[in-house]
C-alpha cells in the first residue's frame, strides 16, 4: 500500500523567508511524486512532479523539490517565500503500477507573514 | 491555459435527495477522475474513466454513485440518494493519458442537510 505523511499541518514563514514543507512517503514500487497547491476557492494546481528522472525537481513560481529515496522523502523548498504563497500544500504520491488513482497527504497550510 | 471547470460551485440538498454534479474536463484529456475532500479529512479517490467505462474505482465509490459522460464535453458524478456523510468538496480530474499529470477543477462544495 501507498501512504503520504505531511510532517506539519501548519508552517508560519516571514516574507523572504525560505519555506520548507515535509512530506513523507511509503511505497511498494516506484512512485511518481507531485505537490499540488491551493489558493482559497481554487483548484488544486500542480506545483511540480517527479517521475524517476532528475532527483531534484524544478516547479512553477521557484518552487523545488527533492527526490531522496534513502529517506524516503519529498519534501518542498523555496529560497524566499512572497505572500502570495500563502494557500494549503498537498503532496502526492502514485504508484507506478498503471493504477492512476492519486493518494494525498493531508496537507500543509503555508502562512507567509509581512 | 485550459481549465476543468465544475458546476455548481456550491450545493445544498436534502437527505435521500439525488444530486448530479457537473465537470467539463480539458478538450483533449482522455482519462476523467473525481475525488472528495470530506471537511478536515485527506482528498480521496473516487473513480477513474475512460472510453466511457470506469477503469478503476475506490471502495467509497459504492452503488449510489455513478459517473457519466453524458455528451463530448461533460464529465458527471450522480449521488443517487444523498447521505449527510456525502457532505464534501468534490474535485474533477483530467489527463491526457493514463500516466500524466492530473489537472484539478475548483471543485463542488456539497452539503447534505
Known amino acids: 500500500a501507498q501512504s503520504v505523511t505531511q510532517l506539519d499541518s501548519h508552517v508560519s514563514v516571514s516574507e523572504g523567508t525560505p519555506v520548507l514543507l515535509r512530506c513523507n512517503y511509503s511505497?511498494?514500487?516506484?512512485?511518481?511524486l507531485f505537490w499540488y497547491v491551493q489558493h482559497p476557492n481554487k483548484g488544486l494546481q500542480l506545483l511540480l512532479k517527479?517521475?524517476?528522472?532528475?532527483?531534484l525537481v524544478k516547479g512553477i513560481n521557484g518552487f523545488e523539490a527533492e527526490f531522496k529515496k534513502s529517506e524516503t522523502s519529498f519534501h518542498l523548498t523555496k529560497p524566499s517565500a512572497h505572500m502570495s504563497d500563502a494557500a494549503e500544500y498537498f503532496c502526492?504520491?502514485?504508484?507506478?503500477?498503471?493504477?492512476?488513482?492519486?493518494?494525498f497527504g493531508s496537507g500543509t497550510r503555508l502562512q507567509v507573514q509581512p | 491555459e485550459p481549465e476543468v471547470t465544475q458546476t455548481p460551485s456550491h450545493q445544498v440538498t436534502q437527505m435521500g435527495q439525488e444530486v448530479i454534479l457537473r465537470c467539463v474536463p480539458i478538450?483533449?484529456?482522455?482519462?476523467f477522475y473525481w475525488y472528495r475532500q470530506i471537511l478536515g479529512q485527506k482528498v480521496e479517490f473516487l473513480v477513474s474513466?475512460?472510453?466511457?467505462?470506469?477503469?478503476?474505482k475506490s471502495e467509497i465509490f459504492d452503488d449510489q454513485f455513478s459517473v457519466e459522460r453524458p455528451d463530448g464535453s461533460n464529465f458527471t458524478l450522480k449521488i443517487r440518494s444523498t447521505k449527510l456523510e456525502d457532505s464534501a468538496m468534490y474535485f474533477c480530474?483530467?489527463?491526457?493519458?493514463?500516466?500524466?499529470?492530473?489537472?484539478f477543477g475548483p471543485g463542488t462544495r456539497l452539503l447534505v442537510l
Open positions: 480530474a483530467s489527463s491526457e493519458y493514463t500516466q500524466e499529470t492530473q489537472y
Open positions: 511505497s511498494s514500487y516506484s512512485p511518481s
Open positions: 517527479y517521475t524517476s528522472a532528475a532527483t
Open positions: 502526492v504520491v502514485r504508484m507506478d503500477t498503471g493504477r492512476r488513482a492519486l493518494t
Open positions: 478538450s483533449n484529456h482522455l482519462y
Open positions: 474513466f475512460y472510453n466511457n467505462e470506469i477503469s478503476e
